[in-house]
């Protein structure tokens, strides 16, 4: 089962499990979000990644610099490992990562919540790709990837237990757009995919046709 096809399956066990007043709440959110044209207006194919300084789980700091001076990047934002729909593809990314890494490029993945959170989802989903704290959601608001919840929004996570001003160390109700790019050295985004919806994301066989087109450019511009 391709990763499109876990989560499709996945969304309508949690769609069908949902209550009439989640359901309609969330579905106001999504549109909502589409109305304001995120994905549209945010970071995108042919942007430059804005720089950035974040932290991983052990306190080390990583800038966007230091990365792309190894070579290209695949960055994904997760809203959080909480979310089903990036548990899943937080384990996809992990099962790719020999192949990315084998085309010379490294996988990321920026998540919210405090260092210490990420350190303890690194270590129970046995991620082996470098995994950032975005406090308060920085990188993905400099990307335009960043939204604050609805007060409808705001009510379903409650009930779920998950107050997000805490956990991202923040004042605001705010969370990610999940997204995935492919960035090359330059910092110039050659692939792009962003989704209000969570259960949207790509197959990691995009980001791996994406890093295999690079590569071959690069061997026919060194020629």
Request: proline content about 6%; charged content about 25%; some cysteine.
């Amino acid at each position: 089962m391709t990763l499109t096809e876990a989560l499709l399956e996945l969304g309508r066990r949690h769609t069908a499990a949902l209550s009439t007043r989640d359901r309609a709440d969330i579905e106001d959110e999504l549109d909502r979000l589409r109305m304001l044209r995120l994905t549209e207006e945010g970071l995108g194919l042919g942007d430059y990644l804005p720089d950035f300084t974040l932290d991983d789980g052990a306190g080390r700091t990583w800038t966007s610099g230091e990365l792309l001076d190894r070579g290209p990047l695949v960055l994904a934002l997760f809203r959080g490992d909480w979310c089903p729909y990036c548990d899943l593809t937080m384990a996809a990314l992990e099962e790719a990562r020999p192949a990315i890494e084998a085309l010379g490029a490294l996988a990321v993945g920026v998540m919210p919540d405090r260092r210490e959170h990420v350190a303890r989802t690194a270590a129970r989903r046995g991620i082996g790709y470098l995994l950032l704290s975005d406090p308060a959601n920085g990188f993905a608001r400099a990307c335009g990837l960043a939204y604050d919840l609805s007060p409808g929004h705001i009510r379903l996570h409650r009930e779920r237990g998950r107050d997000f001003p805490a956990l991202h160390g923040d004042s605001t109700w705010r969370l990610p757009v999940p997204a995935v790019f492919v960035v090359e050295p330059s910092a110039r985004i050659a692939y792009a995919f962003s989704d209000v919806d969570p259960a949207r994301w790509p197959d990691p066989e995009a980001l791996l046709t994406s890093l295999q087109q690079l590569r071959d450019v690069h061997a026919l511009s060194n020629r």
